[in-house]
């Protein structure tokens, strides 16, 4: 990461990713952030300044929401991409599909028992990421060593 990052945290509930990277020097003004939850978005106001770009909205595909493809029309391309959006991540990924070839890094938290609700699954978001030549990397936090 360098001062220069543009990072955008999709799902951002109480913005504790884009607090602890304005902590480590990241600007305000280079984290956008998108929460869909009011009372979430509401804590989220607190925890970061006017700097940063606050975006109370639903992020999905072309179909069903507001595109990440189209935010970026009118704002700085993401260098990072943090998605945790509760079983929506096929749908939040297919929204940025006209800019995954701009090396976008992806961090993404899958909820596999939640996507069904979103009439996905695991295997579409690997499908999605390999087109576009995506490595995947699998962490899981549930594991121990």
Do not use: C, W
Request: aromatic fraction near 8%; hydrophobic fraction near 40%; avoid cysteine.
């Amino acid at each position: 990461m360098s001062e220069e990052t543009i990072y955008y945290d999709i799902g951002a509930r109480f913005g504790y990713h884009a607090v602890l990277l304005s902590e480590m020097g990241l600007a305000e003004s280079q984290i956008h952030v998108f929460e869909t939850d009011n009372v979430a978005f509401h804590a989220l106001k607190k925890n970061l300044s006017s700097d940063a770009q606050l975006n109370n909205m639903f992020v999905s595909d072309h179909k069903e929401g507001d595109a990440v493809d189209s935010y970026i029309n009118t704002n700085p391309t993401p260098d990072i991409v943090k998605i945790d959006v509760e079983g929506a991540e096929a749908k939040v990924i297919a929204g940025l599909s006209e800019n995954l070839d701009q090396n976008i890094k992806l961090y993404v938290e899958v909820h596999p028992e939640m996507m069904k609700e979103f009439n996905s699954d695991p295997s579409q978001l690997v499908d999605l990421l390999r087109n576009y030549e995506y490595m995947i990397q699998i962490a899981d936090h549930r594991q121990s060593n």
